[in-house]
């Protein structure tokens, strides 16, 4: 009988477990839900569960992963939105490794761009575009399922010369490598590329090991590899199939054993030192083993791991950096004596804990198989097999955990906003997720010099483009990051116009002013003569200002200095003032105290000289007889340039060219002499300039 404290703490655990499974079945809900739309870069995977395992890796352009497994990995399920995510956000690096068996399960890779194809084994309802085909010709034997020994457990035989026998692999790349048998007895093969130059191979050898043939330097495009049997030999000739690879292209390469049906004492029973040349000659950066679907209808736990820590063991020997991920496959109605595949679980993640590899379970967010099943993500059609929903889940999980590069943003472009249409200056990219091969195109056009200095930051130098605004685009491969409109190019090779220039100066001192019409830079040189000799230290070099000042001291006292302004654009585009002149203050003054004792005797009085008043003479100024207007060169031009200079205190450079800005002045000066606007200096604007004078 039950005590009513006992039953109080029952009633308590029953509450306390209801409340905990309704939060687990809205905690699951989310990711089954998102696992219907298969949505790359989904945190799927945010979190180490359990702890203290090695948590995702970090996978590069160029990096090579080999997958181990049964049908889940052979056909064409959990591997097929595995690889079309990697090549969808990756340029397409090859179909790895093609067995040249002919088991209808052993299906290469195919990549499809512009749609996500069907998971399951059908007709496919759309082209890829990186077709994989096998030819057979003749008389070939195929060794028994999972009894062979090439990389995915298979191999195939053949003695026929008549015929002649022969297999071919048609595949896209530049580089391919043959994968055949070297053994006592073996016969020889005659090996092409596209039917051009065969070349014999004699595959005779005292014991079984791994024979190689690297093909490469190849044109990227489609090529078939021709293997024909020349010479039977005592035991024919063995081969295993062909790698087809893109050398340097910046992808992934996804290298695909799995074999169906398959189980863990499979992989661990070959041949260790020729499997592990297989493994080497791949040389993956990291290799996902995904077994136990087969293996939990007979394999207790302590043998399945078993088998596991001997796959582990072999791949390690054959590639001691390769990492690898533990990835079991999904809860499934299968159970054995040790239960469903979900008692491999545990075992698993000590393993990985204990020697440093990484593990994802899939289960956590598929849910238990009746769960999983009433969200779809089990097959129909396919027995044993999870369907496009359910491969699509475990490729996103895959994804997340293996922390592949995720796609550049922008958030700003500094340095020259302004850029001149011949291009040349220097551009400043901040942002997030660069790389060292990122690449940069302004308004469509490829930047130069593009430098990678951290994952935030690229300079580059900006192209030549055309007037207007044009947007910034950064490219992972074939992911982008675009700013939009953040580059205005100008078609502007005139400095800047300089006008209203004062100086104030003190009896040691100066500080000289002047306006431009465009944002510049900002220095005056002075000295004593009209050849100057100091400058002031440049400024405003930046932004630039339309509003400048400058001043400096350390002068004489009552002297006179020469001087002239200098403003410089961000295109770089100068402009010098003419020369100028102020004289400091601190000259004498009766009332200073400051003559001499032999002056004070003549009563404090200094007799100057009389300088009569005079009347400055009128200057006229020979604007010549044709009308000037923009374009127009010769001496009436600089005329007009000096009537400027003195009338509005500008600082035009005295060069004979009437250009854009010039005209400018002169239409303001129509204007506030009640002329007509038009810019063209004519009898009646040349009259009114030498009326005003």
């Known amino acids: 009988m039950i005590e009513k404290k006992e039953r109080v703490q029952l009633s308590c655990?029953?509450?306390?477990?209801?409340?905990?499974?309704?939060?687990?079945?809205?905690?699951?809900?989310?990711?089954?839900?998102k696992a219907t739309s298969y949505v790359p870069g989904e945190s799927l995977y945010p979190n180490c569960n359990p702890p203290n395992l090695n948590c995702g890796f970090s996978i590069e352009p160029g990096d090579v992963i080999a997958y181990i497994g049964d049908s889940w990995t052979a056909g064409n399920h959990i591997l097929h939105p595995f690889f079309y995510y990697i090549n969808a956000n990756f340029p397409y690096a090859g179909a790895g490794y093609v067995p040249v068996d002919s088991y209808p399960y052993n299906l290469p890779l195919k990549y499809y761009a512009g749609n996500i194809p069907p998971f399951d084994n059908f007709p496919d309802p759309i082209p890829p575009v990186y077709e994989v085909t096998k030819t057979t010709i003749g008389t070939w034997s195929d060794s028994a399922v999972k009894l062979g020994v090439g990389p995915n457990l298979m191999h195939t035989i053949s003695s026929d010369t008549t015929t002649p026998a022969m297999k071919g692999v048609t595949c896209t790349g530049t580089d391919f490598t043959i994968f055949y048998l070297k053994k006592s007895g073996?016969?020889?093969?005659?090996?092409?590329v596209d039917s051009a130059g065969a070349t014999t191979v004699s595959t005779a050898n005292a014991s079984n090991v791994l024979g190689v043939i690297n093909i490469t330097g190849q044109t990227l495009a489609e090529h078939t590899i021709a293997m024909t049997v020349s010479v039977a030999g005592a035991t024919g000739v063995t081969l295993f199939g062909v790698d087809c690879k893109i050398a340097n292209s910046g992808g992934i390469r996804i290298e695909k054993l799995g074999m169906s049906g398959s189980r863990g004492p499979n992989w661990s029973a070959v041949n260790a030192s020729l499997w592990q040349s297989e493994i080497a000659e791949l040389n993956p950066s990291l290799v996902i083993i995904t077994l136990g679907t087969n293996d939990i209808g007979t394999e207790s736990v302590d043998t399945y791991m078993s088998s596991i820590q001997t796959i582990i063991t072999n791949i390690r020997t054959a590639s001691p950096t390769t990492d690898i991920l533990l990835a079991p496959p999904t809860i499934y109605s299968t159970v054995g004596p040790a239960g469903d595949v979900s008692a491999y679980f545990p075992s698993l993640q000590d393993l990985a804990r204990q020697d440093g590899h990484g593990y994802v379970e899939v289960s956590e967010f598929a849910g238990s198989y009746a769960e999983a099943s009433a969200n779809g993500l089990w097959s129909d059609s396919s027995p044993g097999h999870m369907s496009s929903v359910g491969d699509q889940l475990f490729a996103d999980v895959l994804i997340d955990y293996l922390s592949l590069t995720e796609a550049p943003t922008i958030i700003s472009v500094t340095g020259q906003e302004m850029q001149d249409i011949a291009g040349g200056q220097s551009i400043t990219i901040n942002g997030t997720n660069f790389i060292d091969a990122s690449t940069v195109t302004v308004g469509g056009t490829a930047a130069t010099n593009v430098t990678f200095i951290s994952s935030t930051e690229l300079t580059a130098t900006a192209p030549a483009n055309v007037v207007g605004t044009h947007d910034v685009v950064v490219t992972n491969y074939t992911q982008t990051a675009t700013c939009s409109d953040c580059i205005t190019y100008v078609d502007d090779s005139i400095g800047p116009l300089i006008s209203n220039i004062s100086s104030n100066p003190n009896s040691t001192g100066v500080t000289i002013t002047w306006v431009t019409d465009e944002n510049s830079s900002s220095r005056v040189d002075y000295g004593l003569t009209d050849s100057y000799g100091t400058s002031t230290t440049e400024t405003d070099t930046g932004a630039g200002v339309t509003n400048h000042s400058a001043s400096f001291s350390d002068l004489l006292k009552c002297t006179t200095y020469h001087y002239r302004v200098y403003s410089k654009d961000i295109l770089l585009n100068e402009t010098t003032g003419a020369d100028d002149s102020f004289t400091t203050t601190g000259c004498f003054s009766g009332s200073s105290g400051s003559m001499s004792t032999k002056t004070k005797t003549l009563k404090n009085t200094i007799l100057l000289p009389t300088i009569p008043k005079t009347t400055p003479p009128v200057v006229i100024y020979n604007f010549g007889t044709t009308t000037l207007r923009n374009g127009s060169r010769g001496e009436s031009v600089r005329e007009l340039q000096r009537f400027l200079n003195a009338?509005?205190?500008?600082?035009?450079?005295?060069?004979?060219?009437?250009?854009?800005k010039t005209v400018a002045v002169i239409k303001q000066w129509q204007k506030d002499n009640g002329l007509v606007v038009d810019g063209l200096v004519g009898p009646k604007t040349k009259g009114k300039m030498n009326l005003v004078n």
Request: hydrophobic share 60%.
């Open 13 to 33: 655990f029953v509450i306390f477990f209801a409340v905990m499974l309704a939060f687990c079945v809205l905690l699951f809900t989310p990711f089954v839900t």
């Open 186 to 192: 073996g016969g020889s093969f005659d090996y092409s």
């Open 647 to 660: 009338k509005l205190n500008l600082s035009l450079i005295i060069d004979g060219i009437l250009g854009p």
